[in-house]
């Protein structure tokens, strides 16, 4: 898979203030790229499309370059005591991802370009928090690594966080492009995650993503790179012959794997969930789609400020929960497991 390029380009006038926004504004003008201006990250209008669904789709391919000005770190538990506001936006089509409601109208893929201040936040959390470990997520609204071999955000936070007492990092992705991210002195400090899942939730379910054996492959470039590595397993989704599609992914998992992978391996097993608002964005946004959202197979869960979610009945999620964990203490006795439902 080819890395991202953006086919439009917006920059808010005050991101050319920042060496990073004339650097992206000067490579995509070389670049032949449409650019646009927008007054605000959070404005962006005329996106190109006959209808809802084509903008959306070009929406996906539309790149904005602005500044973060809220600099107040959103809490991001139970996989972080932060998230570090990179990015926002991804260019992926996984039907089932919950950007999908959380961004609502915006869809576009945001990059953030005053990374100094977003640094000096995170010291200052840093340091209200030390001697205890920070942790900061950088993907907690985007795929980060899809987006910075354009920008270097990532990279330069990683080596920013790396050079700290009590900071540490980390973040998912499910794109191979980490070559420029190998050499970066990150001291230990950042986690690195891939997301993978079953052959068929791949194929089915999350197009314009790399493929598996390119994530893989990224994996052992990663720990040979000595990257703590870990990898998330989601969604975990009931589809035919799921026990054996998951028996799979972990036996080419630790075939492909290289040892020195393994050190300090962790997994994080998050069981699919869905909402009606949700449910009714991934039917329009992708009328197609196979992906099982019936209400009546499920069991509501309520959440936090009284709204709630459909998550798979007992019995099936127990059924999910012993088979994942079991599959990762056959093969990967050693590693760190989570599970989340």
């Given at each position: 898979m080819k890395p991202f390029?953006?086919?439009?380009?917006?920059?808010?006038?005050?991101?050319?203030?920042?060496?990073?926004?004339?650097?992206?504004?000067?490579?995509f003008e070389k670049q032949g790229v449409e650019i646009r201006e927008t007054t605000s990250h959070n404005q962006v209008r005329n996106i190109p499309g006959n209808n809802?669904?084509?903008?959306?789709?070009?929406?996906?391919?539309?790149?904005?370059?602005?500044?973060?000005?809220?600099?107040?770190?959103?809490?991001?538990?139970?996989?972080?005591?932060?998230?570090?506001?990179?990015?926002?936006g991804c260019m992926g089509h996984c039907?089932?991802?919950?950007?999908?409601?959380?961004?609502?109208?915006?869809?576009y893929i945001r990059t953030y370009v005053n990374v100094d201040e977003i640094?000096?936040?995170?010291?200052?959390?840093?340091?209200?928090?030390?001697?205890?470990?920070?942790?900061?997520?950088?993907?907690?609204?985007?795929?980060?690594?899809g987006i910075d071999h354009l920008t270097h955000t990532l990279k330069k936070t990683i080596e920013h966080i790396g050079q700290t007492d009590h900071g540490l990092l980390r973040f998912v992705t499910k794109y191979h492009h980490v070559d420029h991210l190998l050499d970066a002195n990150h001291n230990g400090k950042t986690r690195f995650r891939f997301s993978v899942n079953s052959d068929h939730v791949i194929k089915k379910?999350?197009?314009?993503?790399?493929?598996?054996?390119?994530?893989?492959?990224?994996?052992?470039?990663?720990a040979k790179a000595?990257?703590?590595?870990?990898?998330?397993?989601?969604?975990?989704?009931l589809h035919e012959q799921w026990k054996e599609g998951y028996l799979d992914l972990f036996e080419r998992l630790e075939a492909i794997?290289?040892?020195?992978?393994?050190?300090?391996?962790?997994?994080?097993?998050?069981?699919?969930?869905?909402?009606?608002?949700?449910?009714?964005?991934?039917?329009?946004?992708?009328p197609k789609t196979k992906l099982e959202m019936n209400e009546e197979e499920r069991?509501?869960?309520?959440?936090?400020?009284?709204?709630?979610?459909?998550?798979?009945?007992?019995?099936?999620?127990?059924?999910?929960k012993e088979t994942l964990e079991s599959f990762v203490q056959r093969f990967f006795p050693k590693a760190k497991v989570e599970y989340f439902t």
């Open positions: 390029q953006p086919q439009l380009v917006y920059i808010e006038p005050q991101a050319l203030d920042y060496p990073l926004g004339r650097q992206l504004k000067e490579k809802e669904l084509q903008q959306y789709r070009n929406a996906k391919s539309t790149l904005v370059i602005g500044i973060r000005k809220t600099l107040k770190f959103d809490t991001s538990k139970p996989s972080a005591e932060y998230a570090i506001p990179l990015a926002t039907h089932y991802c919950y950007l999908q409601t959380t961004l609502g109208s915006k869809p640094f000096d936040a995170a010291d200052q959390y840093i340091k209200e928090r030390a001697p205890e470990i920070t942790r900061f997520e950088a993907a907690c609204t985007s795929d980060i690594v379910f999350e197009p314009g993503t790399s493929s598996f054996l390119e994530r893989i492959e990224a994996a052992g470039k990663v000595d990257y703590p590595l870990g990898f998330i397993v989601a969604p975990l989704i794997l290289p040892p020195y992978a393994t050190k300090d391996l962790t997994f994080e097993l998050i069981q699919h969930r869905f909402t009606k608002t949700a449910k009714n964005v991934i039917k329009k946004r992708y069991k509501y869960k309520w959440g936090r400020y009284g709204r709630g979610k459909y998550v798979y009945k007992n019995e099936d999620a127990s059924a999910l």
